[in-house]
């Protein structure tokens, strides 16, 4: 039964090395700086608020109004922490790493 599958022109066509070798450029060159920009901005955020907080002792919506902020901040980091780890799972386990 398994005479009739020709397997190494099955493993030709699916080929994972060729495949990492035109996904790898990709991620490298443009998903990582852009997940590492939006980090940036997410520290950005974080650290606004803080500044906001510290800033606005006295007014307790202006403080609220920064804990808020803070808190998206903090809440970016983690997404995007979460999405390099994801990306480079993912990278991986196409590319038979």
Partial sequence: MFSLLNWKEAKAAV??????NVVDPIIAN??????????GLAVLIFV?????????VADTEARKKGQYTIMYGTLGMFIMVS??????????????V
């Avoid at 443009?30 to 980090?39: D, K, Q, R, S």
């Avoid at 999405?83 to 038979?96: E, F, M, Q, R, V």
């Fill in 30 to 39: 443009i998903v990582y700086p852009v997940v590492a920009l939006m980090f």
């Fill in 48 to 56: 606004w608020g803080v500044i906001q907080m510290i800033i606005n």
């Fill in 15 to 20: 080929d994972l090395t060729a495949f990492g």
């Fill in 83 to 96: 999405a390099w780890g994801i990306i480079y799972l993912i990278s991986n386990t196409i590319k038979g």
